[in-house]
Structures are given as structure tokens and as C-alpha cells.
């Protein structure tokens, strides 16, 4: 079952599983979230915070929508040493947007996607 709230901190764990990165996803009380996905229901910032068990120094650089002009998501920061994104969501477009986290890491200059997480405006 996707997140459903205006403000929420979200786990990326990435681990390694034969030498490729894994993503999961959970709340801050341990609780599952299957894919990632979000509802929101009003205007909000929804954080996600990396959990790197990869030992390879990954960190968020930033986030690639498919649909970067759908009004879903308004705005995202990615904070300065690359644990959190944030993403500002005001809850004004009604629909559903999928996007991948992109990372970094300390071994090569080889870039880290994300499976596809989604965010779902759900106005009232």
C-alpha cells in the first residue's frame, strides 16, 4: 500500500545483491513501502532519505521525471552531502508521475538509477 500524506520522510536502502544495487523502500518506523510510491492528498514536501549499504559512497544527485511538465511535483533540493531529496508537492494537478533517483558513487563516475517510484496527486 502507497504513503498516504502531505509531509513524509521515506527510506531509499540500497543494497548490493550479486554486485547490482537494489532499492527498497520504508517509512522512518520500519514499515514496507512496495515500489515507493506516494499518494498525497494535500500540499506538502515529501523527503526521502538514502540508506546506502552498498559501501560504495552513493549519493543522490538528483531526481529525472518522465514527465517533467505534468504539475505533479513542483519543485525538488537534493541537500548538499546527497542523503535527502525533497520534493515539493502543492497538491494542484490531479494524475500520477513516475521519476528515478540518480546517484553517485565514490568507485567510478558511473552513474546509479532508481527503479521507477511514482507520485499520485489526489486532490480533494
Not at 522512518?28 to 540508506?51: F, K, S, W
Not at 559501501?55 to 521525471?65: D, H, S, T
Not at 546527497?82 to 490531479?94: E, I, T, W
Amino acid at each position: 500500500m502507497p504513503l498516504t500524506q502531505a509531509a513524509s520522510l521515506i527510506q531509499v536502502i540500497v543494497n548490493l545483491e550479486n554486485g547490482e544495487p537494489v532499492f527498497s523502500y520504508q517509512t522512518t518506523g520500519g514499515q514496507p513501502l512496495p515500489n515507493g510510491d506516494v499518494t498525497v492528498t494535500e500540499a506538502g514536501t515529501i523527503t526521502y532519505q538514502l540508506v546506502d549499504n552498498t559501501g560504495k559512497g552513493l549519493r543522490f544527485i538528483g531526481v529525472g521525471f518522465v514527465t517533467p511538465f505534468d504539475g505533479i511535483i513542483d519543485a525538488i533540493t537534493v541537500s548538499s552531502d546527497g542523503q535527502l531529496v525533497q520534493m515539493l508537492d502543492m497538491d494542484r494537478s490531479a494524475g500520477t508521475t513516475k521519476f528515478q533517483f540518480v546517484l553517485t558513487n565514490s568507485t567510478n563516475t558511473l552513474m546509479v538509477l532508481s527503479p521507477d517510484p511514482e507520485v499520485k496527486n489526489d486532490p480533494e
